[in-house]
T-cell receptor, first 114, second 115 residues
């Protein structure tokens, strides 16, 4: 059973460019959330997708957008990249709604903006 | 006040000792609490979840929850050098059945276990 998979693992982009990160959730999971983790900090919630819609959003600008496909996989898009967007981007997947749900993370995408 | 607070450390313990990691949270309605371990350059790995007041044990790990004091802790018994990592406390603010897909993390506590 494959866990949460993210691609690519590393990425270098130039300031002002756009980037797309991808995530496939764990088998049986239907909710995906995205996090940004700067060096030395805890992950910060970006947004959550369920039933192909953004359900919740953290304190991130509109440059950050996403999508969820019918197979539950998800994308994170960041436009007009800034140097401060350099971080580890994590995708977490959640099982269907119920009692005692636990999130599992992918290996992350390390984004460097130069 | 941060929503989830942890001492960033580093916390240094000798091999074989008990490591005690602490976390406080501000949202009283939170119901679900998690401890993740993160090795340098890697993604967080879930090691414990706790939903009710009291203790929950899993091998060398014990999670403790006190909702009245808004306090969560993680004890690691017989600490090993391989336990050296950053430990992240996370809170799901809207309850166990909400499956909101949102976790609020503390900044993490770095644990160093010295041989």
């Amino acid at each position: 059973d494959a866990g949460v998979t993210q691609s690519p693992t590393h990425l270098i982009k130039t300031r002002g460019q756009q980037v797309t990160l991808r995530c496939s959730p764990k088998s049986g999971h239907d909710t995906v959330s995205w996090y940004q983790q700067a060096l030395g900090q805890g992950p910060q919630f970006i947004f959550q997708y369920y039933e192909e819609e953004e359900r919740q959003r953290g304190n991130f600008p509109d440059r950050f957008s996403g999508h969820q496909y019918p197979n539950y996989s998800s994308e994170l898009n960041v436009n007009a990249l800034l140097l401060g967007d350099s971080a580890l981007y994590l995708c977490a997947s959640w099982p269907p709604r119920g009692v005692e749900t636990e999130a599992f993370f992918g290996q992350g995408t390390r984004l460097t903006v130069v | 006040q941060k929503e989830v607070e942890q001492n960033s450390g580093p916390l240094s313990v000798p091999e074989g000792a008990i490591a005690s990691l602490n976390c406080t949270y501000s949202d009283r309605v939170s119901q679900s609490f998690f401890w993740y371990r993160q090795y340098s350059g890697k993604s967080p790995e879930l090691i414990m979840s706790i939903y009710s007041n009291g203790d929950k044990e899993d091998g060398r790990f014990t999670a403790q929850l006190n909702k009245a004091s808004q306090y969560v802790s993680l004890l690691i018994r017989d600490s090993q050098p391989s336990d050296s990592a950053t430990y992240l406390c996370a809170v799901n603010p809207l309850g166990r059945s909400g499956n909101t897909g949102k976790l609020i993390f503390g900044q993490g506590t770095t644990l160093q276990v010295k041989p």
